[in-house]
């Protein structure tokens, strides 16, 4: 099956500091991958999605400056949130659609930042 | 995509089969219904789904009512390692969108 994978599984930074993620799909291409963020007992929450070659779009609520998307290569998506405070802190998943039908998702391993 | 109802919380004695229900009174004639679990700390992962029809793999069964509108994943013989949160989500299956999560259910089986 599809592989999706997630880099760093952790990370602590300073408040500040800014932060890249990793999520690569490692056995297919993805024109799309996904960001979600989730915090302690809640629900995965959509952050936003990743196009290849173009720009993300952002769910309402979520400060494109803050957290910037790169998709610049099918098997490459990376998330850096900038100037990271405290309440950044989260748990950030990556997924990725199926290439064909019926799609569902392959999600990436999570990255727990903890900013100090 | 389709809203779904999901209890918050199961428990499940090891060895029995645990049942997770799920509504989805206004599902769409197109629509899916995917089934993914989290395991605390994990990203979720991909267990079922179906449209219409009964289905089994080596993880679970689901089944779908005969309107669509709700349907219950199945875990034969649920283990420990079965403790997690089960999600039930329903989308069209012709594109490759986002999808938004639901609450869940919290399913803790207990030795």
């Known amino acids: 099956g599809a592989v999706v994978s997630q880099h760093p599984s952790w990370v602590i930074c300073k408040s500040g500091t800014s932060v890249k993620i990793e999520c690569r799909s490692l056995?297919?291409?993805?024109?799309?991958m996904f960001w979600y963020r989730q915090f302690p007992k809640q629900s995965l929450m959509l952050m936003a999605t990743?196009?290849?070659?173009?720009?993300?779009?952002?769910e309402q609520g979520v400060e494109k400056d803050k957290f910037l998307i790169n998709h610049a290569s099918l098997t490459l998506s990376t998330l850096t949130v900038t100037s990271a405070h405290p309440e950044d802190s989260s748990f950030y998943i990556c997924?990725?659609?199926?290439?064909?039908?019926?799609?569902?998702?392959?999600f990436g391993s999570g990255t727990r930042l903890t900013v100090v | 995509d389709a809203k779904t109802t999901q209890p918050p919380s199961m428990d499940c004695a090891e060895g029995r089969a645990a049942n997770l229900p799920c509504n989805h009174s206004?599902?769409?004639?197109?629509?899916?219904v995917y089934w993914y679990r989290q395991i605390h700390s994990q990203g979720p992962q991909y267990i079922i789904h179906?449209?219409?029809n009964n289905e089994t793999n080596e993880m679970a069964s689901l089944i779908i009512t005969e309107d669509r509108k709700s349907s219950t994943l199945i875990l034969p013989h649920a283990t420990l390692r079965d403790t997690a949160v089960y999600y039930c989500?329903?989308?069209?299956?012709?594109?490759?969108?986002?999808?938004?999560f639901g609450d869940g259910t919290t399913l803790t089986v207990k030795p």
């Open positions: 997924s990725v659609p199926a290439t064909g039908q019926p799609y569902g998702y392959t």
């Open positions: 056995d297919f291409q993805a024109t799309t």
């Open positions: 990743s196009n290849e070659g173009s720009k993300a779009t952002y």
């Open positions: 206004t599902i769409s004639g197109n629509e899916y």
């Open positions: 179906g449209l219409k």
């Open positions: 989500i329903v989308r069209v299956a012709t594109n490759a969108g986002k999808s938004t």
